[in-house]
């Protein structure tokens, strides 16, 4: 009796773990469009550029502050011989307790342009972090389409083996009746277990793909999604037109680095502008009556002896600006170099798939359903046909490769261009 109540409790223990298991490994299909999204709103690399953003935008909004005031206190023209301050009245009594206040005002040229610098480096930054988006979206649809072909050939593998177990048992019938020899039923069943090593190497393929989709969308080890394996090709690209490549984050982000480079130059070549200051000094005399002081203050940045800092300054970012417009230029032009190659070869791998598709694998079907029905009526050969099948799998598989390397080539291509 004690025995049974413990085999209840057990099953019933079993009975509120499975529930939670499987609620735990709940399986979600994600399309491409999901995956990128998630990538975009998940991945720590992207979110560091909106704190630099706001640093800067921190800096822009103090750039127009003024230098702090400065307090001034102590003694004036207090004599050595302190007998002479009891003395009232007296000229040579000029001792007086000094308070004074200080403030420089930054020529307001000079601010508006280190603001103005601090608020282009934002937008360097914002096109830094398109441009980051596109490589992490580079890298996130090679690993899909990776795992979409896997996928693909699992379910050839699926379809060939039920194929070949066919052939077996069909194999082992004729056998019995002097039909069949040992060898080819030997041979089929050997094929049979290469399946299974080839289906073990698909898997391992899928296995590496979710890890890496995993850590591009943040997700933990025990997060189990599947994607859409019905991916359209689009095969209406673009020809090369500038504009598609000027307007791409990295170019403009040089583009916007120059532009942030010359607010910098003018923010320089603004030394040469003067500054202004004030400076009033109340004197408590004890002695005399009160006095004070009022001055103004201007610096001279021109002078030969400060000017030459600033103008060297002015002179070396100059040559840095003109460095930095060769660069973009290269880059432009390694750009449509890249992007000219890539669309190059796209359309001969089209035309490779195409062939495969409209010729090469439809001729390898016929050749083996033909083969397969002079089996099925006794007039044809296991080895025969066995090679036939091997082949229209092989050819198959190698149909998937050329996909895979088209689906690479495509997402190159977005990649190029910036396309989502």
Request: charged share 20%; glycine share 2%; aromatic share 8%.
């Amino acid at each position: 009796m004690g025995r049974r109540i413990k085999n209840m409790l057990i099953c019933l223990v079993l009975l509120l773990i499975n529930p939670v298991k499987s609620w735990s490994q709940t399986t979600i299909q994600l399309n491409l469009p999901q995956i990128l999204d998630s990538i975009e709103s998940s991945y720590p690399d992207l979110k560091k550029y909106d704190e630099r953003i706001k640093s800067f935008d921190a800096k822009a909004a103090g750039a127009k502050s003024l230098m702090p005031p400065q307090i001034t206190v102590g003694l004036n023209q207090f004599p050595y011989n302190t007998m002479l301050l009891k003395e009232k009245e007296s000229v040579m009594n000029q001792a007086a307790i000094m308070v004074g206040a200080e403030q420089m005002f930054t020529n307001p040229v000079k601010l508006n342009r280190k603001r103005d610098y601090y608020l282009s480096l934002t937008e360097i930054e914002e096109k830094n972090f398109s441009w980051t988006k596109n490589q992490l979206f580079a890298q996130a649809k090679a690993f899909y389409y990776k795992r979409l072909i896997a996928e693909k050939k699992l379910s050839v593998l699926r379809e060939n083996q039920q194929t070949l177990s066919l052939l077996v048992k069909l194999s082992k019938n004729k056998f019995t009746i002097n039909q069949a020899d040992l060898a080819s039923i030997y041979k089929s069943e050997a094929k049979l277990s290469e399946l299974a090593n080839m289906r073990a190497m698909l898997n391992s393929q899928v296995a590496e793909s979710n890890i890496n989709l995993r850590a591009l969308m943040n997700k933990s080890p025990g997060f189990h999604f599947s994607i859409d394996t019905l991916a359209d090709l689009n095969s209406a690209f673009p020809s090369l037109v500038d504009s598609a490549l000027v307007n791409r984050s990295d170019i403009q982000s040089m583009q916007n680095t120059i532009r942030s480079m010359g607010l910098n130059l003018r923010y320089m070549a603004s030394s040469n502008r003067p500054d202004f200051g004030v400076r009033i000094e109340h004197m408590q005399m004890l002695g005399m009556p009160n006095q004070y002081s009022v001055m103004g203050m201007i610096t001279v940045p021109i002078a030969p002896w400060s000017s030459g800092m600033y103008k060297s300054d002015v002179k070396s970012m100059q040559h840095e600006i003109n460095a930095m417009e060769k660069e973009k230029e290269t880059m432009l032009l390694m750009a449509k170099q890249m992007l000219n190659e890539k669309l190059s070869m796209f359309n001969y791998q089209q035309e490779q798939v195409s062939n495969f598709e409209k010729s090469i694998i439809p001729s390898f079907q016929r050749s083996f359903d033909a083969g397969l029905l002079a089996y099925r009526q006794n007039t044809g050969n296991l080895f025969i046909l066995l090679d036939s099948w091997e082949m229209l799998l092989m050819k198959r598989m190698d149909y998937l490769d050329k996909y895979l390397e088209l689906l690479l080539l495509m997402a190159e291509i977005d990649y190029q261009l910036e396309r989502k």
